[in-house]
């Protein structure tokens, strides 16, 4: 069996996790759905404590003591998240519920009023509901027309047709980072650069990407980036939306309320800098100041160290997914075009009846269309199970996963 990273002291790491020291059903906890959400650190559940504990208070309006140290606590935070993804100004970070509102926040604010009739916005068919319904939803307002980058065999996306996708209709490339569906990295880059060439703004649904890897939204060449916290340590109700200032500044308000305005008169209104203009009513302190505690336990454990792990973990689950036989594994086959992420099917089983039973050993997996039926629709199947990991699994828990997958085996029958 091979070793995970001498960089990576798992089971130091592990420890830092209360979630994961739990039983299930009388068996360890073997947690394989980081793809969804990810467990939290102490870190992350102290610096949410003590913020309620310590410091409660509402944000930038109070002049008082408790006020001060929520907001300096609130917006030190945004600082950490910029930089930690590359951005070169923390004013273009935008706190959201997750990317699932960054991205209605770019639909609703950049969308409504920048696109008409005829306008195109191009997205690709391996995109998570999220990055296809808010486009859907000012389509059929503007008049804008929604195309798509398709797939290949392996769910890796087609860009030889890019050239001729790209018009000078396309006012915007809405793309995944990392498929949650497959695990398939997109060559963001190229697809930004070629998208600049129509003069098209590039959205990018970070959500898989940031937990995973060192993200550099300045080397993307992208516009806007969205992520959210849950998958990366964080609070749920956390995250972010990355945009340029000048795009920012550009755009309209999301929502109307406190906090966003500079005065307001009886019939109109004018807004504050940005952030804060896309920040309307009481943010999700907590929830962002344990954001950027996360941030910090990434940067200390460090993307090398977390990067070459995930990959000798899913290096050696598909290894051991091939030996046992009868598995379907979607995605790319190699491995540097894919993160760890393993969706497959087995045979007759149902993925609901394989997580049904992989739980019953207090194995968490996924099982469903993982919010991207495109995805499904293109492999002609309705619904996938799905092993995913973060940096604290190890190879003891792939061996859980194939010894119940030899469960599942032996009540439905060889493939
Ligand atoms: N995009 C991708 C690729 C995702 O995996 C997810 C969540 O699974 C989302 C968007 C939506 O994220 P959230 O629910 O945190 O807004």
């Not at 003590?50 to 409660?56: F, I, K, L, Q």
């Not at 273009?92 to 609703?108: D, K, Q």
């Not at 109700?237 to 307001?264: C, D, F, H, T």
């Not at 995805?375 to 309705?382: A, K, N």
Request: glycine fraction near 8%; proline fraction near 4%; include cysteine.
């Amino acid at each position: 069996m091979p070793t995970t990273s001498p960089r990576l002291d798992r089971m130091a790491l592990r420890a830092q996790f209360p979630a994961l020291a739990q039983e299930v059903g009388g068996h360890p906890l073997v947690y394989l759905d980081n793809a969804a959400t990810s467990q939290k650190p102490q870190s992350v559940l102290d610096a949410l404590a003590a913020y309620y504990e310590d410091d409660n208070a509402n944000v930038h309006r109070g002049i008082h003591e408790l006020s001060r140290r929520a907001t300096t606590a609130f917006e030190g935070a945004r600082v950490k998240l910029a930089k930690f993804i590359g951005a070169p100004d923390s004013a273009e970070l935008v706190w959201t519920r997750g990317t699932t509102e960054a991205i209605n926040l770019v639909a609703s604010s950049w969308g409504m009023d920048t696109l008409g009739d005829g306008d195109e916005i191009l997205l690709s068919s391996l995109e998570h509901h999220s990055n296809i319904v808010p486009w859907q939803l000012v389509a059929s307002r503007t008049g804008a027309r929604l195309r798509y980058i398709e797939m290949d065999e392996q769910g890796r996306l087609i860009l030889d047709y890019l050239p001729e996708l790209l018009t000078d209709r396309t006012r915007l490339v809405a793309v995944s980072h990392i498929s949650n569906a497959l695990g398939t990295v997109n060559p963001i880059r190229e697809i930004a650069d070629q998208a600049k060439q129509v003069g098209a703004l590039v959205l990018v649904d970070g959500a898989q990407a940031v937990p995973h890897r060192r993200v550099d939204v300045q080397e993307l060449g992208c516009d806007f980036y969205a992520f959210s916290g849950h998958k990366m340590c964080g609070p749920t109700g956390s995250g972010g939306l990355w945009a340029r200032r000048s795009l920012l500044e550009s755009m309209p308000p999301y929502q109307g309320g406190g906090e966003m305005i500079r005065m307001v008169e009886r019939d109109t209104s004018t807004w504050a800098e940005i952030p804060h203009k896309f920040e309307a009513g009481t943010p999700n302190i907590a929830g962002a100041i344990a954001l950027g505690a996360a941030a910090d336990f990434l940067d200390e454990v460090g993307f090398n160290a977390i990067a070459e792990h995930e990959r000798e973990l899913l290096s050696y689950a598909l290894e051991r997914l091939d030996d046992m036989g009868g598995i379907n594994v979607y995605g790319p086959t190699d491995l540097d075009e894919r993160s760890g992420v393993i969706s497959f099917t087995m045979g007759d089983a149902h993925p609901h009846d394989i997580s049904t039973i992989l739980d019953s050993r207090g194995i968490a997996i996924r099982a469903g269309h993982h919010c991207a039926q495109l995805v499904m629709q293109h492999f002609g199947i309705s619904a996938t199970a799905r092993a995913s990991f973060y940096l604290y699994n190890s190879t003891d828990d792939v061996d859980h996963l194939i010894e119940g997958l030899a469960s599942v085996k032996e009540i439905f029958g060889p493939a």
